[in-house]
């Protein structure tokens, strides 16, 4: 059988996307049989959200990886040296004189995570903003999946699925048609 992702050239990550679409498609069934009672199709709905985003995070940084350069991910951002209050206003408010200038820091693409490719991918006019709301669901929707700061029991639900398997569809039409 072929790959799912033909278009990838790198053929690790080519290999390490359909295997993990592989997994998707073997979880599945599970996801939805009889044999299992909701919280336990929960858990195997949740284990397919985080493959999906990953299919999803993978598919991105491979535009952030072919488009843009490491110069293109640097950080510009304007910062205050030589620092010298002038008059204190209050606890929260000074006055202040010193020289103004620009700083640039590199980012590392093999350092990036979803968040950051999906900005890199914006700044540059790569990745539209309705895309982009999309992914932000499911990146969200993942980041739920950590338990410690919920007051309840987080349930996955069919929907959620569904909108995963959409949200990575247009990604990977999205990705394929800019390659």
């Known amino acids: 059988m072929g790959s799912n992702f033909p278009f990838i050239q ?3 990550l080519r290999a390490n996307l359909d295997d993990a679409f592989n ?15 909701e919280a336990g199709k929960s858990s195997f709905r949740k284990t397919i959200i985080i493959y999906t ?12 990886d072919t488009k843009l350069s490491e110069d293109d991910l640097s950080v510009r951002s304007w910062e205050i040296e030589n620092k010298k209050i002038l008059y204190t206003v209050g606890v929260d408010h000074e006055i202040i004189a010193g ?5 640039v820091v590199s980012s ?11 900005e890199h991918l914006k700044e540059h006019k790569i ?10 669901v499911i ?28 949200v990575a569809g247009d990604v990977k039409r999205f990705v394929k048609a800019r390659l």
């Open 10 to 12: 790198n053929s690790v």
């Open 23 to 37: 997994h998707v498609v073997i979880l599945l069934p599970f996801s939805e049989s009889e044999t299992y009672d």
């Open 53 to 64: 985003a990953s299919i999803i995070e993978a598919l991105l940084f491979h535009l952030v």
């Open 99 to 103: 020289d103004y200038k620009l700083k």
């Open 108 to 118: 590392k693409k093999d350092k990036l995570n979803l968040a950051g490719i999906c």
């Open 127 to 136: 990745l539209t903003q309705p895309l982009l709301d999309k992914i932000h």
């Open 139 to 166: 990146r969200e929707l993942r980041n739920s999946q950590h338990i410690g700061p919920h007051k309840i029991v987080k349930s996955f639900s069919k929907a959620d699925l569904e909108n995963a398997f959409s």
